[in-house]
């Protein structure tokens, strides 16, 4: 092609070594600190308020529940009817309910049980269903088919409708287990959801195949790759859910299939309380505040958590 | 109505001038740009200095990190995330335009300067058809609207090459191939006829062969409207054939510009030396040069196979495999077959590299998947060291991975990012069951050193490592049981010039040093030229020509080849008549 | 695209015949013998019960009595419910309440959900984002019914300004409320998801393309950040009206709607195994339609999918 003049600011034009210094080709940097995935997350955990206020709440709840007799020496099943519906006085910070039950008492020892239900149901939960979503996105074909329609079956299923019914039929047996198990039976679906998805973005990665050239087997694989890798996502699901699993127990006592009223619980006691809301509304009000709050903390672990594992939020 | 905003002014001499007494287009002087990140302030731009003529095609050449894209992009204001620009002047058309407002910038752009962008997948809206997205170019800018648009809109992307445009603007992207798109994108570029065109690396996604087909396309258009170019790549050999202007960056500063042959011929910076030196479509055009001279060149990685007598026994071949592929049509029951490699036979000397070379689809990785035994062929055998692989048993089929090894192309991928270095390196031994830990771990050393990395490196992890280091991590993994033969499966392909120079040169010096055998998965013919001994090309799942590597480049008999051989960026210039032996090495 | 959506209805066939299986199941399970309960303190003889048995279908084997009540549904046959009613008969009253209930709560989830989380992708980081972050912390954190008691409560006793509860006056006004508290926890979800979704969006590529196109950054917004980000977010609203129905149990029990989840409840107490399992039955076809009128929407929404 035809040449043009070179302009004035256009002439060859090189910069001094020591002003632009060219470095070693791709030189690894010593001085910095080994960092895992995790220790990465903790990082960008470390520096978000929100954390630490989720951290600290869990742990108030934590210790609530492991030793209420901290907190107060009343018996939250002493319950005096002269006392009923009486105003908060010294000792009883929070007053009476309708059958004369000191409300804050009550309000520190239903943190057991609801705590107990969410712990107890993500374990259940996320053991099940991680297994089933692990199987079914890696071996595929058959197995993910049936195990797909079997999880689509529990969604279609009404979750209230066959707590009901089964609650119902273990009546007599109620109370932390059975909850767990209806909860527990129904809660997988979701869980075994995200490993699946998770799984099966993770099957493709090279460092899988590497390891399949390697000669490594299958279930190896799986096991020592693929699922660390899947990690992520359910941990922040099961965090969330964790949350979740305790509003629900509350939602079955208040359907009168939850916890027996010999277990003080939240849930139970909110169930009572609303009856007589117009009348005491303070008796609504702690159970309910502390419930809410419970969930808050572990909802907002939950979104901390998965800011902090997102792989876009990572340097490289 | 199309109207070129600029006519080129050719004089009596055939000498083309820009119009308007060569006053600059685009003048960024002293430019900075900044990103907050979690660490604090890093700053990407440091300084740089920039002019375009009207009608004019400059290239900003630089790797990865050097800040090209950046500068780019900040002078159309499309910064992303948290990039702000700092300092500096971005003067366009006369008008200052550093920190004009938001209202301003969505006037200056496409209608005074278009993008073309590197992605083509990526940057189109998945979900909405070709011709809107063309059309919402055109009436954003006030060219057209209505039935007036959607003529327009026909023309445009036949002007671009795209075939049977008006049907093809009623399709999705996702039914397009990326060359069609990249089309579509510079339509769309060019719609409202731009006096600049920043073209982002536009062809790095696609094919050799389309490449140069598009860029051609592109540079005749873009001549014809008088439309400026401002070139953003990594490969100085294109930007040299394409601009006549380079600007080269490192680190956010610009250490050498001028006029592109100067700078090849002559380079001043030692960062810019390198870059010419370990370009491999530059080396691939010197060596040659350098053989129709009679001279051996420096720049050879692959010793060719003249130096008398040699083990010659075929450590692996490869015998009339055939590999079909079952495709699930969407009704139930319907597959469509797919026939991915048809008839392939080639075989690797031992201690020698064998190159694969094709485009995309061309069956290649396939290939490299059944000698590594990770697909059952439909037809033919692989036999290693004279062993037929489909009769060994699982047992020994264990005993066989230990022989033959992969390196990825995506360094990004190929490592786990939960494992520690130690492990990654240390798996294969744990899965053979190799040593106890305390020999692992000195074999690790050893490894870790072989491949040119400190100890320390061991405890890391892969999300600290640049992409070269990863690859020299993926090559210890692979050496660790003591393969005979390793198949680098498009290897170097994601890396940066100068360290995808430096791996080429440690894969060589390994195969010298341990008598490896390399079969070389790639689709860069420039890369060949340096490191394969021999060289089968292949096309849609066929060997087209198979051939030492000194013969195809020297004597192509297929047609195909030599098109592959036309399509190396650099291959019609003239620089390297004299003084090669004065290129640094 | 047909094969697509055909493909899909026919992997719902199993779920559809699981599904009912395992309800019928677990309702077989109920303890007591209705049949006893119908003759109430008075007792029935033995001859008059084995007569309501046979009626009923009650003496046949667990298997059979289920292909029966398959064979049942296909003609629209729900049987009777122990009082002498048809149970299509309670269905054609209690549904269509409910329905408009769940309808009602989806739009306004939908509304608000997916504009308050517009704004707040929008803005991701500022004042408003935060804010809307932890209103929806607090919405999912509280139980739906102390939501609803509370509502009803405040807005419909004390301020007065809606109805606290329905009975038989069944209209928008008096729904209304109800339907904010069933949607309440959904809305939550929609918002977070939308605010998430538009966050990512942002900085996708082809946003990118279009604002160098000289697209100003309203129309931007819309045509290409809206339109990619209600993909995963319509999905779920899709979805969330067999859920909407079936959950309504707890707000049809606040606000005392004559609506499928109150009957629902009052024929299980009741041990009522036709009432039962038909109204479960309806729930999952809802579920079932509603998954595939999903799936369908996906594909007009996502061409890509349309292909696959």
């Known amino acids: 092609m035809p040449e043009t003049p070179t302009r004035p600011d256009q002439q060859h034009f090189f910069a001094q070594l020591d002003e632009t210094p060219v470095g070693v080709v791709d030189s690894v940097d010593e001085s910095a600190a080994p960092a895992s995935v995790w220790k990465d997350a903790w990082h960008q955990l470390r520096r978000r308020p929100m954390f630490w206020v989720a951290t600290l709440l869990i742990a108030v709840i934590v210790v609530v529940a492991l030793f209420p007799q901290w907190f107060t020496s009343v018996d939250p099943k002493a319950c005096d009817l002269s006392n009923s519906s009486l105003p908060p006085s010294a000792g009883h910070p929070f007053g009476f309910n309708f059958q004369g039950c000191d409300i804050y008492a009550r309000t520190i020892y239903g943190a057991r049980p609801s705590v107990t239900v969410g712990v107890l149901t993500t374990v259940v939960v996320v053991l099940i269903g991680a297994v089933v979503g692990a199987i079914a996105g890696f071996y595929g074909k058959w197995f993910d088919s049936i195990l797909s329609r079997v999880t689509d079956i529990f969604f279609a299923i009404p979750f209230v409708l066959a707590a009901i019914v089964i609650m119902s039929v273990l009546y007599n047996q109620r109370g932390i287990l059975t909850v767990v198990i209806v909860l527990g039976v129904f809660g997988w679906p979701q869980i075994a959801r995200i490993t699946r998805g998770a799984v099966l973005s993770v099957k493709n990665s090279d460092f899988v195949t590497a390891a399949k050239a390697l000669g490594a087997s299958r279930a190896s694989t799986l096991v020592r790759h693929i699922m660390p890798n899947s990690a992520a996502p359910i941990i922040v699901y099961a965090t969330v859910a964790l949350g979740t699993f305790i509003v629900a127990e509350a939602t079955l006592s208040f359907l009168g299939i939850g916890l027996p009223q010999s277990v003080v619980s939240w849930g139970g006691d909110i169930s009572d309380a609303q009856r007589r809301l117009r009348a005491n509304p303070v008796e609504l009000f702690y159970p309910a505040a502390a419930l809410a709050l419970t969930v808050l903390s572990f909802i907002m672990m939950g979104d901390v958590v998965r800011d902090a594992l997102d792989p876009k939020a990572r340097k490289r | ?585 | 695209m047909a094969w697509y959506v055909g493909r899909r209805f026919l992997q719902l066939i199993p779920v559809f015949l699981g599904a009912t299986l395992l309800i019928y199941a677990m309702v077989f399970l109920l303890p007591g013998d209705p049949i006893l309960a119908l003759g109430g303190d008075r007792g029935i003889s033995d001859a008059l019960a084995e007569r309501l048995r046979e009626r009923y279908n009650l003496d046949k084997p667990f298997l059979v009595q289920y292909l029966l009540y398959l064979k049942g549904i296909f003609s629209l046959d729900f049987g009777i419910t122990f009082s002498g009613e048809e149970v299509i008969e309670v269905m054609k009253r209690v549904f269509p309440v409910t329905f408009q209930l769940a309808v009602m709560a989806l739009l306004f989830e939908g509304v608000f959900g997916i504009g308050f989380g517009l704004l707040a992708g929008l803005r991701k980081g500022k004042l408003f984002d935060s804010t809307a972050l932890v209103v929806s912390l607090i919405v999912i954190a509280v139980p739906t019914f102390v939501i609803g008691f509370v509502m009803q409560f405040v807005v419909g006793v004390k301020l007065g300004w809606l109805p606290p509860t329905v009975g038989s006056d069944v209209n928008f006004k008096t729904l209304l409320m109800p339907a904010i508290v069933l949607g309440a926890v959904s809305f939550a979800y929609v918002l977070r998801l939308t605010r998430t979704s538009v966050a990512e969006n942002l900085t996708a590529d082809y946003v990118r393309t279009a604002t160098a196109k000289g697209v100003s950054r309203a129309r931007v917004i819309n045509v290409h950040v809206l339109r990619n980000s209600l993909i995963p977010v319509v999905t779920f609203l899709g979805a969330d009206l067999g859920s909407l129905m079936a959950g309504a149990i707890i707000t049809e029990g606040i606000f005392n709607i004559n609506g499928v989840g109150g009957t629902l409840y009052r024929a299980i107490i009741q041990g009522q195994a036709p009432t039962v399992v038909s109204l479960t039955t309806v729930l999952v076809i809802v579920y079932i339609l509603s998954n595939l009128l999903v799936d369908l929407l996906y594909a007009v929404l996502d061409p890509r999918i349309r292909y696959a």
């Open chain 2, 1 to 585: 109505m199309s109207h070129p905003t600029y006519e080129p002014i050719v004089d009596a001499t055939g000498a083309v001038h820009a119009p308007h007494g060569g006053a600059p287009l685009l003048q960024v002087r002293d430019l900075q740009v900044e990103f907050m990140t979690n660490t604090g302030p890093v700053q990407a731009v440091r300084g740089a200095n920039l002019t375009v003529y009207p009608g004019q095609s400059v290239a900003i050449v630089g790797e990865s990190g050097s800040g090209k894209s950046t500068t780019a992009h900040a002078v159309i204001d499309l910064l992303p995330g948290t990039g702000k620009v700092t300092g500096g002047s971005i003067v366009f058309d006369g008008k200052d335009i550093t920190h004009a407002s938001a209202k301003e910038m969505v006037e200056v752009r496409g209608r005074q300067i278009g993008l073309v962008p590197q992605d083509p997948m990526s940057n189109l809206n998945p979900v909405w058809k070709i011709g809107f997205q063309v059309k919402e170019a055109l009436k954003a800018n006030g060219i057209a609207t209505g039935k007036d648009a959607d003529r327009r809109v026909a023309e445009l992307l036949a002007e671009a090459g795209l075939p049977d445009a008006e049907r093809r603007a009623n399709q999705y992207p996702h039914e397009f191939s990326g060359g069609m798109r990249q089309r579509a994108l510079i339509a769309i570029g060019l719609a409202a006829r731009p006096k600049l065109l920043i073209a982002d690396e536009p062809t790095s996604a696609l094919d050799v062969t389309v490449q140069r087909v598009i860029l051609d396309h592109l540079e005749g258009l873009t001549q014809q409207l008088g439309t400026a170019v401002l070139f953003i790549t990594h490969d100085l050999g294109l930007a040299a054939e394409r601009a006549e202007h380079l600007v080269v960056m490192y680190r956010g500063q610009v250490v050498e510009s001028g006029p592109s042959r100067k700078i090849l011929a002559d380079p001043q910076h030692p960062y810019t030396q390198r870059l010419v030196a370990a370009a491999p479509s530059l080396a691939s055009r010197r060596i040659q040069s350098a053989k129709e001279r009679g001279v051996e060149s420096t720049e050879l990685l692959a010793t060719t196979g003249g130096e008398g007598a040699r083990r010659s026994d075929e450590v692996v071949k490869v015998e009339n495999l055939t590999k079909v592929f079952q495709i699930r049509g969407n009704r139930p029951g319907q597959t469509t077959e797919f026939k991915a490699v048809d008839d392939v036979s080639f075989s690797i000397k031992r201690g020698t590299t064998t190159a694969l070379v094709g485009e995309s689809g061309s069956g290649k990785s396939t290939v490299a998947n059944i000698v590594l035994n990770l697909l059952d062929p439909t037809e033919g055998k692989v036999y290693f060291d004279g062993t037929d692989l489909s009769t060994l048993d699982a047992k020994e089929l264990f005993t066989f991975r230990r022989r033959v090894q992969p390196i990825f192309q995506n360094p990004y991928g190929s490592l786990d990012p939960m494992y520690s270095i130690y492990r990654t390196i240390e798996e294969p031994l744990r899965v053979h069951k190799v040593g106890d830990r305390k020999s692992r771990e000195k074999r690790v050393r050893e490894l870790l050193d072989m491949v040119a990395l400190p100890a320390s490196t061991m405890r890391r992890f892969p999300a600290e490592l640049s992409g070269g280091q990863r690859q020299r991590i993926a090559i210890a993994r692979a050496l660790a049981l003591e393969p005979e033969v390793i198949v680098c499966d498009e290897a170097v392909s994601a890396l940066d010039v100068l360290v995808q120079a430096q791996i080429l040169t440690l894969l060589n010096d390994l195969q010298a040093e341990l008598g490896l055998s390399y079969l070389f998965i790639t689709h860069d013919l420039a890369v060949v030229r340096q490191i394969a001994d021999e060289v089968c090309v292949m096309k849609t799942g066929q060997v087209v020509e198979a051939a030492t590597t000194d013969e195809v480049f020297d004597n192509p008999r297929q047609p195909y080849t030599r098109e592959l051989l036309a399509a190396i960026p650099g291959a019609r210039l003239e620089v390297f008549g004299e003084g090669i032996e004065d290129l640094p090495a």
